[in-house]
């Protein structure tokens, strides 16, 4: 372990990535719209999955990103899906990037990414769970979130609605924006634990504040963040586009054998 901690600069971090989503476009309005679902796997070799996912099409302006996500950031060849960001190339500010998320939401259970994040500074890479609603103080989110400028260490996160938060850095002992690695959480009424190619990392201290539980809707995305995120992102320093690789997504309900991703070793 490295270090464990909860800070207003993670309740920035992770609330800043969705708080402005609501609002921004018509197509925020049914982020948590969809029914829960049970176990799934995308493989996304084979493209892009009707029904399960969408792209994202809206402008997040905060003090935490600038992103204007783009369906065309978003694409597939015979390997998995790329998640491209480029630089502002008009006058409003705005990153374009993309963003891939579920039209169903999902309760406890094991969430698994094959990704390699973007290297960068500034940039984020960010595989989450987001729940918001009016009235339940169970919403929140999980996140997974890799910072462009150290991809040789990752953050393991939380918020939940009303304040609580838990944010833990772990040193991998790899560069991830090197090659494609299985990163994964399982959460239950009271813990979460993280996962790197399969391998517990990480799992909620004693003492810690409990996680959000409601069932959320689970997302990937690449964002460049503005100055308020310095200290943990750095500063935006990239001329050219920059991308990120998923070749799968799963969740695996608590007691199912249903199909996962994989970690590399298990998949050759």
């Not at 969705?18 to 796997?41: H, K, R, V, W």
Request: negative net charge; contains cysteine.
């Amino acid at each position: 372990m490295r270090r464990t901690f909860a800070t207003a600069l993670t309740a920035t971090l992770l609330l800043g990535a969705c708080a402005a989503m609501p609002g921004t476009d018509s197509t925020q309005a049914g982020l948590n719209a969809g029914p829960t679902e049970g176990s799934f796997m995308s493989d996304l070799s084979d493209g892009d999955p009707r029904g399960y996912w969408r792209r994202g099409d809206y402008a997040v302006t905060s003090d935490v990103q600038r992103s204007r996500y783009l369906p065309e950031n978003i694409s597939f060849d015979d390997t998995g899906m790329m998640i491209s960001i480029s630089p502002p190339a008009e006058a409003d500010g705005y990153y374009r990037s993309g963003e891939y998320r579920s039209f169903r939401r999902y309760g406890d259970g094991t969430f698994q990414i094959e990704l390699r994040p973007a290297s960068g500074s500034g940039l984020i890479t960010n595989f989450f769970l987001y729940s918001s609603s009016e009235a339940a103080d169970n919403d929140g989110e999980v996140a997974i979130q890799f910072a462009g400028r150290d991809t040789t260490e990752v953050r393991f996160t939380y918020v939940r609605e009303g304040g609580a938060r838990y944010s833990h850095v772990h040193d991998l002992g790899f560069d991830a924006a090197d090659e494609v690695r299985l990163y994964g959480f399982e959460r239950d009424d009271e813990t979460i634990r993280w996962f790197v190619d399969g391998e517990l990392a990480h799992e909620t201290v004693a003492g810690a504040p409990l996680p959000p539980t409601a069932p959320a809707t689970l997302l990937v995305n690449l964002w460049a963040a503005e100055a308020s995120m310095a200290e943990m992102a750095g500063g935006v320093e990239f001329a050219e586009p920059r991308q990120a690789r998923v070749d799968c997504i799963s969740f695996t309900e608590p007691g199912d054998d249903h199909p996962a991703c994989s970690a590399p070793a298990a998949s050759e």
